[in-house]
């Protein structure tokens, strides 16, 4: 899996303990990035929809969520790996904008993405490959890059990683089926149909995922933008039409409500953070029309499976939280006996 900024790949074993107690039978993830909720879900055998505003997460969602591993033929997906894997490299866009003008990746790599992707536009544009090889591509990419996981620059000495030759290898489908949707929740939210539970974990704060990730959103769309600025960003990264409104303390809130609102969902999973823009009140209010709320707190770094404080509807703690520093909300809200068995689930 990529380096993703509020990823939550500590927190999938409690999430998918929560989706599993909640007997959901579909489900969304509404800011699905990397997808690992979405599949942690749907190897619970959910029908799951993920969404997101990012094209290289439509990539992944394309991949992981909405091909069925029974049904596709693994051999022609092997025999596509080690094809693209011996074709040499060659410097095209990607190289000069990446590894000479920026310097997230060696050049001998970047030679490879660019003869790499234009094979797999070139050749596998109508195959049920060509998101699975993409995704393959950038998670190859992400194994040798030089930054500190996020692109809005590099490393002044190359990382050691950096060094590796790119090799791509099986991204692993996985059983079962599901919904891949790019779009801006916003406007998704009231035309996603009802569902049994859908989770939400929407950016943090101002920082763009857009801006953060512009090397995958150009990977994937392979326009060759024009480009500013050391980071050499997509120059649209300045447009209006690629901000989003959870990017913004003034929006945000609200933003969140008109979601909230719109889902037709029986039961709600929120992630917040204590870093953020939303109170502990706040929050309540949000999702306290789907029913009873209740909010369990784990520490993200320290957290394996260690829940450290609990707080019960009327916000008074029940659970003591040692010594908060970066504190992961995770918020339930739905009909009662749903929402007391998923704590169960987590509490015992
Ligand atoms: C905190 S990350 C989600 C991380 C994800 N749960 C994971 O484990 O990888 C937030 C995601 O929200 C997406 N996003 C931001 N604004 C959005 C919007 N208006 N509509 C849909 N997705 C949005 C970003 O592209 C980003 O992938």
């Known amino acids: 899996m990529i380096k993703y900024l509020g990823s939550k790949r500590t927190l999938v074993p409690v999430l998918s303990k929560l989706a599993e107690a909640s007997g959901a039978k579909t489900s969304l993830d509404l800011f699905t990035g990397t997808?690992?909720?979405?599949?942690?879900f749907k190897n619970l055998g959910q029908h799951?929809?993920?969404?997101?505003?990012?094209?290289?997460?439509?990539?992944?969602?394309k991949t992981w969520i909405e091909l069925d591993a029974l049904a596709q033929n693994q051999n022609d997906l092997n025999d596509a790996l080690a094809y693209l894997n011996s074709v040499p490299g060659q410097p095209g866009y990607f190289t000069k904008s990446f590894c000479e003008d920026a310097r997230y990746f060696q050049p001998k790599n970047g030679e490879k993405v660019d003869a790499i992707r234009n094979r797999i536009e070139?050749?596998?544009?109508?195959?049920?490959?060509?998101?699975?090889?993409?995704?393959s591509l950038i998670?190859?990419?992400?194994?040798?890059?030089?930054?500190?996981?996020?692109?809005?620059?590099?490393l002044k000495q190359w990382s050691s990683r950096s060094n590796t030759n790119l090799i791509m290898k099986d991204p692993g489908l996985l059983p079962g089926l599901g919904t891949a949707v790019q779009g801006d929740v916003i406007e998704l939210a009231s035309q996603l149909g009802s569902v049994?539970?859908?989770?939400?974990?929407?950016?943090?704060?101002?920082?763009?995922?857009?801006?953060?990730?512009?090397?995958?959103?150009?990977?994937?769309?392979?326009d060759s933008p024009e480009s500013y600025g050391i980071a050499n960003k997509r120059i649209d990264v300045r447009d209006e039409g690629t901000k989003s409104a959870f990017n913004s303390k003034k929006t945000m809130a609200s933003s969140l409500a008109?979601?909230?609102?719109?889902?037709?969902?029986?039961?709600?999973?929120?992630?917040?953070?204590?870093?953020?823009?939303?109170?502990?009140?706040?929050?309540?209010?949000?999702?306290?029309?789907?029913?009873?709320v209740q909010i369990l707190d784990f520490d993200f770094k320290?957290?394996?499976g260690a829940q450290i404080g609990v707080y019960n509807k009327l916000g008074k703690k029940v659970g003591e939280p040692g010594h908060a520093r970066n504190i992961e909300h995770i918020v339930l809200a739905g009909p009662k006996a749903t929402v007391d068995r998923?704590?169960?689930?987590?509490?015992?």
């Open 196 to 222: 049994d539970l859908a989770y939400l974990d929407p950016p943090y704060n101002q920082h763009r995922y857009f801006a953060n990730y512009h090397v995958w959103e150009t990977l994937v769309r392979w």
């Open 342 to 348: 998923m704590s169960a689930a987590i509490l015992g």
């Open 139 to 154: 998670l190859a990419a992400d194994r040798v890059d030089s930054t500190t996981g996020i692109q809005m620059a590099f």
């Open 258 to 292: 008109k979601v909230v609102e719109d889902l037709k969902c029986e039961t709600m999973i929120l992630s917040y953070n204590n870093e953020s823009w939303l109170s502990r009140d706040e929050l309540f209010a949000l999702v306290e029309p789907k029913g009873k």
């Open 122 to 135: 070139a050749e596998f544009k109508d195959s049920w490959m060509y998101f699975p090889l993409l995704t």
């Open 48 to 61: 799951v929809t993920a969404t997101d505003l990012a094209s290289y997460s439509y990539v992944f969602s």
């Open 302 to 304: 320290r957290y394996v």
């Open 35 to 40: 997808t690992r909720v979405a599949q942690a």
